[in-house]
T-cell receptor, first 109, second 113 residues
Framework: QKEVEQNSGPLSVPEGAIASLNCTYS??????FFWYRQYSGKSPELIMS????GDKEDGRFTAQLNKASQYVSLLIRDSQPSDSATYLC?????????FGTGTSLTVIP | ETGVTQTPRHLVMGMTNKKSLKCEQH?????MYWYKQSAKKPLELMFV???????ENNSVPSRFSPECPNSSHLFLHLHTLQPEDSALYLC????????????FGSGTRLTVV
């Protein structure tokens, strides 16, 4: 079992809709959780971090963490074409840092 | 200058060449990393340096040789590469416990001809 799993997609949503990206992880000792956005040919950019159960909102982005179920999700409200990218989930467990394979999101104008 | 800076941004090299990639971080981090990302593939961790000491080497071929002279600088020395080594090479840095995540440089797009 991989440490971090994501649906590779592609996920397509119409402009203005809510995009929902999901990630599960295997290590129950994981402490910190991150979402990175990577545009094609560019480097990953940290967009959200979450450390405790519940929701964390930042503008149009909401990260949700459920440690009991070992999943973390990212919601993007009012999706824009500029949100089209690959979204990487990352988990910090002790001194180990794991990236998922990423979910490709396309926002259709 | 802030953040993580990588040079060069693009590199084309022949299979017999020797070149080096450079990474510099201005974030006060104590750990630095090299990742490889081939087209449409996930990130592959190559090397990890913690407090300037290499702590991980993920079965990377010896034609890739890392160097970390201090906590702010990281190099990846390349020699006798193969065309399949063409990829985006990403440097990242973090605090020792990675609790605030990684910060990536802009990457070096490497093409081996």
């Amino acid at each position: 079992q991989k440490e971090v799993e994501q649906n590779s997609g592609p996920l397509s949503v119409p402009e203005g809709a809510i995009a929902s990206l999901n990630c599960t992880y295997s290590d129950r000792g994981s402490q910190s959780f991150f979402w990175y956005r990577q545009y094609s040919g560019k480097s990953p950019e940290l967009i959200m971090s979450i450390y405790s159960n519940g929701d964390k909102e930042d503008g149009r982005f909401t990260a949700q963490l459920n440690k009991a179920s070992q999943y973390v999700s990212l919601l993007i409200r009012d999706s824009q074409p500029s949100d089209s990218a690959t979204y990487l989930c990352a988990v910090n467990a002790g001194n180990q840092f794991y990236f998922g394979t990423g979910t490709s999101l396309t926002v259709i104008p | 200058e802030t953040g993580v800076t990588q040079t060069p941004r693009h590199l084309v090299m022949g299979m017999t060449n020797k070149k080096s990639l450079k990474c510099e971080q201005h974030l006060g981090h104590n750990a630095m990393y090299w990742y490889k990302q081939s087209a449409k593939k996930p990130l592959e961790l190559m090397f990890v340096y913690s407090l300037e000491e290499r702590v991980e080497n993920n079965s990377v071929p010896s034609r890739f040789s890392p160097e970390c002279p201090n906590s702010s600088h990281l190099f990846l020395h390349l020699h006798t590469l193969q065309p399949e080594d063409s990829a985006l090479y990403l440097c990242a840095s973090s605090h020792l416990d990675s609790s605030y995540g990684y910060t990536f440089g802009s990457g070096t797009r490497l093409t081996v001809v």
